[in-house]
């Protein structure tokens, strides 16, 4: 399939900016899903020893990917421990 590719880039060179711009395409969209299957609260991985894992994460800890307004440092926690 890379030997296609490169052929087609030779043959059209107008074609190259498609290949580059789907390439980091198709990058950053695993990327973004591999850190979403890994530090998402919402995933567990080790459902015997830690069933519930958002209930162990603080106020202080920052699980989204990025946070405009929210300074985590100064949150304290209104509910119960579990």
């Known amino acids: 399939m890379l030997l296609q590719i490169i052929l087609q880039a030779k043959r059209h060179p107008s074609s190259i900016p498609i290949f580059i711009y789907t390439g980091v395409g ?3 969209a695993a990327l973004y899903v591999s850190h979403l299957a ?12 830690n069933p519930e894992p958002w ?3 603080g106020p202080n800890d920052q699980y989204k ?3 405009v307004n929210v300074d985590y ?3 304290k926690r209104e509910g119960p421990d579990f």
Do not use: E, Q
């Open 55 to 57: 209930n162990k994460l």
């Open 38 to 49: 890994l530090f998402n609260p919402d995933v567990s991985w080790n459902r015997k020893n």
């Open 73 to 75: 440092s100064k949150l």
């Open 65 to 67: 990917f990025y946070s």
């Open 26 to 28: 198709g990058t950053g």
